[in-house]
């Protein structure tokens, strides 16, 4: 199973665009690539999900390149409300469950 | 619409007692999975189970055992609770197994074992 390795914490400002990259030098063909949100006291919560180059929803955008070793999510003009920790998670589907496995997550706080 | 339901929201309990945290969903979502969350060590699965009547052990399941007798329920079992099992515990659920789709969360039961 690849394993997830992303900045333990990144800070920005309200408004600024926020790429937080994620390294999985291990991925397997058949992985995909998934970002989770997650606020204090809360269950973590999809944000976009991506298996190669590009994907956009009205949340976020991930970058994949080619190699698919990195991924970069990316948050257009955050907010405040944007402060949370966020999750890479890449994984297999259809295969084995038992090593849908969180990294430590990169904690983003957004200042006025 | 309620999707994943964890109860209690927070319990404390003594070392020795034996402790079950209830998960129901209603989406009818295959595979389910227990998570806890402890600081600085991000979030570690337990157990999973991809359907009804299968279960599977994940990245950290001594001292925790589960039972998926029907698809809503996926109750997580502390025999015999330790100090060490103190943690947010995290139910979710998927459509099925795999990490392509997306993982539904419950709001999290907070267990302290003294």
């Known amino acids: 199973l690849a394993k997830t390795t992303q900045p333990i914490s990144m800070d920005s400002y309200e408004g600024q665009e926020v790429n937080i990259t994620c390294s999985h030098n291990n991925i397997a063909t058949n992985d995909y690539i998934t970002w989770y949100q997650q606020f204090p006291s809360q269950g973590p919560r999809f944000i976009i999900q991506?298996?190669?180059t590009k994907v956009t929803n009205e949340v976020a955008s991930l970058f994949i390149p080619a190699d698919r070793k990195s991924s970069t999510l990316s948050l257009p003009r955050v907010s405040l409300s944007d402060t949370a920790v966020y999750y890479c998670l890449v994984g297999d589907w259809g295969l084995d469950t038992d090593k849908l496995i969180f990294g430590t997550g990169t904690r983003l706080q957004v200042f006025p | 619409i309620a999707g994943i339901t964890q109860a209690p929201t927070s319990q404390i309990l003594a070392a020795g007692r034996r402790m079950t945290l209830r998960c129901t969903q209603d989406m009818r979502h295959n595979a389910m999975y227990w998570y806890r969350q402890d600081l600085g060590l991000g979030l570690r699965l337990i157990h999973y189970?991809?359907?009804?009547?299968?279960?599977g052990k994940g990245e950290v399941p001594d001292g925790y055992s589960v039972s998926r007798a029907n698809t809503d329920d996926f109750p997580l079992t502390l025999a015999s609770a330790v100090p060490s099992q103190t943690s947010v515990y995290f139910c979710?659920?998927?459509?099925?197994?795999?990490?392509?789709?997306?993982?539904?969360f419950g709001e999290g039961s907070r267990l302290t074992v003294l």
């Open positions: 189970s991809n359907t009804a009547g299968t279960t």
């Open positions: 979710a659920s998927s459509e099925d197994q795999g990490a392509a789709g997306e993982l539904f």
């Open positions: 991506g298996y190669k």
